[in-house]
């Protein structure tokens, strides 16, 4: 699995072949293929891999109400340290997604990570309502909707076009306090005091900038 | 062009040859190298005959005020009566944005299209609070971003999953009203009395249709 993660990362999906990953692994091609069949069957076979590690890593998110776990889901998904890397795993990934429509294998697996994405963000909203500090009036599944949509947006934009500015996030974060917070709800949403920023030493110029980096980061292991 | 549009619907892009563009059309492959040297070189032609097409169809969006336009521009782009047809072709899209990072001049010509609809929707925010119906502490560039995230999101969770159901365009509308307008601005937003519906026989169960099957439509010449 290791072995097609970095053959996915250095020759894209399109153009990968058995041989690249038997390359990236100390197996023969002929074990690859004693255990899948065809490429499709060795990705769906990753695809379940990176799935059980996706769903273990992003099972909780830190925050001490509904509101941070809610942005900090949403930024431990899109931010990650070695950006190259990341970028060249969502570009694989991105190709595995176009071949979504052709085959109903990975359609399946791809509506997992999406629904896993739908049901954690359902479930912090419906919390976030409970513990009120999200408006009663909002609609769990709808804006777990939104949520993964701007996933999919994040991750396709900076593939297509790179840098894609720290926008989104920061409007998010608005969207965030200024639509889904409860009136009078004792909820601090972004800044250098709100437990969402990894950087926690209390600077807030340094805080913001990383905030403002949020966009252009990338997660290796993210929303496939 | 019209014959690379059918080509890319019927075959996508992975696999789509020049063969397969002159069976589309009345010219042969010797002719269509005489213009083009290489798939790529025909397919750069044919998105910047696109961007022509969309930008001059979404030059302008309809309605009363700055609010109704930028709900109108987003619902043009992601709305439209073909949906297979439109299906087919994003798919093709998806495939060639999945390659943008090894194509200067794919990433170029996709930076454009995603420049273009940053750009209306900047320009219609500033209108919104020079006309006072968009709060004044928006940020016109930061929102353009997010839309442009949000309309790359939903096409990409189209073609990966499928029906996306219409919580995503709930939400983008909900958070229209109550973040984006400003407070006593008259506008109304969603509904049947909006503007913002094809449907204006005044029927608001009818129109309320239109606006939940809004996830479901795709634009052949959406945002790529």
């Keep these: 699995m290791e072995a097609t993660y970095r053959a996915l990362c250095e020759h894209g999906y399109a153009s990968l072949t058995m041989q690249d990953i038997a390359d990236e692994s100390n197996k023969s091609t002929a074990a690859l293929h004693y255990h899948y069949d065809t490429k499709e069957a060795l990705l769906l076979a990753f695809l379940d891999h990176l799935y059980e ?13 509904a509101v941070e776990r ?13 950006a190259e890397e990341a970028e060249q795993f969502q570009t694989a990934l991105l190709e595995i997604r176009a071949q979504a429509p052709y085959s109903a294998a990975y359609r399946e697996q791809l509506g997992k990570f999406d629904a896993f994405v ?32 701007l996933i999919d947006g994040v991750n396709t934009r900076r593939t297509t076009i790179g840098d894609t500015g ?21 909820v601090t949403v972004d800044g250098s005091d709100d437990g969402t920023s990894a950087d926690e030493n209390g600077d807030e110029a340094a805080a913001d900038e990383t905030v403002l980096e949020g966009d252009e980061r990338t997660d290796g292991s993210g929303d496939a």
């Design 118 to 149: 739908n049901d954690r963000v359902e479930s912090i909203v419906e919390d976030g309502i409970e513990d009120g500090t999200i408006r009663a009036d909002i609609d769990p599944a709808d804006t777990a909707a939104f949520v993964a949509t």
């Design 53 to 65: 590690a996706f769903t273990d890593k992003y099972a909780t998110a830190d925050g001490e109400n």
């Design 70 to 82: 809610l942005v900090g889901f949403v930024d431990a998904i899109l931010c990650q340290a070695d």
């Design 166 to 186: 720290g926008g989104t996030r920061r409007t998010f974060v608005a969207y965030v306090r200024d639509h889904l917070v409860a009136p009078g709800a004792d």
